[in-house]
């Protein structure tokens, strides 16, 4: 079993749909959490940190449920801007950064 | 302030030969990491370097080779290249004091070894 799993994707939304997107970890040690975005052919960049008890980033908000390992994403009011790969990533105190396969989604207009 | 820097941008190798990647950072961190990345694996660390004169094995460190010299640089050499290293290569440097746990990349090298 891979130690970050993530929806395999692609995400084909219209302009304005919210979705969400499904990451788990398995290693139980996991401290920190993360959502990063890469853009075709870009280096990835870190959209946002997930708190225990979840943060809103204006039309992002994440979500973490320790119990059940599981980590969230959901996009409200899509635009075509959005159009990215969006990479789920855990880190162990500690330990080094893992990174999920990642999740592409496609906003279409 | 150009952040993490990489060179070169693209290479083309044949089987068996050698080349260095090269990773320059001006943002005074410690720890610097190489990753690569290809289609439906995410990215894997290849190795990492918690401050200048230590080196680390990652995931996949078979078949490559770091050097961190100083502060700033942090080299991956391939000695003989095989088709199996093609794959696009991300050096990465972890931030300080706010930014502790974020990652900083650089653009990317796009290897294809025929």
């Known amino acids: 079993r891979k130690e970050v799993e993530q929806d395999p994707g692609p995400f084909n939304v219209p302009e304005g749909a919210t979705v969400a997107f499904n990451c788990t970890y398995s290693?139980?040690?996991?401290?920190?959490f993360f959502w990063y975005r890469q853009d075709c052919r870009k280096e990835p960049k870190l959209l946002m940190s997930?708190?225990?008890s979840g943060n809103e980033d204006g039309r992002f908000t994440a979500q973490l449920n320790r119990a059940s390992q599981y980590i969230s994403l959901l996009i409200r009011d899509s635009k075509l801007s959005d159009s990215a790969t969006y990479l789920c990533?855990?880190?162990?105190?500690?330990?080094?950064?893992?990174f999920g396969p990642g999740t592409r989604l496609s906003v279409l207009p | 302030n150009a952040g993490v820097t990489q060179t070169p941008k693209f290479q083309v190798l044949k089987t068996g030969q050698s080349m260095t990647l090269q990773c320059a950072q001006d943002?005074?961190?410690?720890?610097m990491y190489w990753y690569r990345q290809d289609p439906g694996m995410g990215l894997r660390l290849i190795y990492y370097?918690?401050?200048?004169?230590?080196?680390d094995k990652g995931e996949v460190p078979n078949g490559y080779n770091v050097s961190r010299l100083n502060k700033r640089e942090f080299s991956l050499r391939l000695e003989s290249a095989a088709p199996s290293q093609t794959s696009v290569y991300f050096c990465?440097?972890?931030?300080?004091?706010?930014?502790?746990?974020?990652?900083?990349f650089g653009p990317g090298t796009r290897l294809t070894v025929l």
């Open positions: 990465a440097i972890r931030g300080g004091g706010r930014s502790y746990n974020e990652q900083f």
């Open positions: 290693n139980s040690a996991s401290q920190s």
């Open positions: 997930v708190y225990s």
């Open positions: 990533v855990v880190r162990g105190y500690g330990q080094n950064f893992v």
């Open positions: 370097s918690a401050s200048e004169g230590t080196t």
């Open positions: 943002m005074n961190h410690n720890s």
